[in-house]
């Protein structure tokens, strides 16, 4: 088996009980979502689904084309890690007294570009943005070092490399089709 991390994105209406359908595809497909995130995309009433699965390219495909038949996808794709520029972000929860005792403490937030989001007597929460290995390297070295309280990551957002959402290129031939 040769399986890779692929971010299928997802372009829809906002239609109440889509991501369940979704899902489903995923499910019968015996493929685990990885990462989600929904959000509004760049262009008015439409939103942008990005998930993440490990799968075969022939699986993929397969996921994809049945994503796209379904009446309320606009378009559905796949890319590999690079053809896209994607982050995470993580938070931190972290005891404020062994926080404020640990050794390199200036050194350890500028080595991972963290930055202090909340801090009070009982607790600091550190945010941290960038790829899964990099938020998990700090989550590792906090846990060795002092332990965390808590700690939470996002689901992937990421956009293509290419100059223009495909979805862009699709609508605008779609208005072509409807005008001439």
């Not at 685990?32 to 262009?43: D, G």
């Not at 996808?73 to 005792?101: M, P, W």
């Not at 070295?141 to 992937?156: A, C, P, Y």
Request: proline fraction near 1%; hydrophobic fraction near 40%; charge should be positive.
């Amino acid at each position: 088996m040769n399986k890779k991390l692929y971010t299928v994105i997802i372009f829809s209406e906002n239609t109440v009980g889509l991501l369940n359908q979704i899902t489903i595809i995923f499910t019968r497909r015996q493929l685990n979502i990885e990462t989600l995130s929904v959000s509004p995309s760049a262009i008015k009433g439409i939103h942008k689904f990005t998930i993440t699965t490990w799968a075969e390219k022939d699986m993929m495909n397969k996921v994809v084309k049945q994503i796209d038949k379904r009446v309320d996808i606009l378009k559905a794709y796949y890319n590999t890690d690079e053809d896209l520029v994607h982050q995470e972000i993580a938070l931190y929860k972290l005891s404020t007294d062994l926080f404020v005792k640990m050794k390199g403490v200036e050194d350890l937030i500028r080595k991972y570009n963290a930055r202090v989001l909340e801090m009070n007597e009982d607790c600091i929460v550190l945010e941290k943005s960038g790829h899964y290995a990099e938020t998990q390297a700090l989550f590792e070295e906090l846990s060795h070092s002092i332990g965390v309280l808590q700690f939470i990551r996002s689901g992937r957002v990421a956009i293509t490399k290419s100059k223009v959402e495909r979805l862009s290129d699709m609508l605008t031939e779609m208005e072509k089709k409807a005008n001439g």
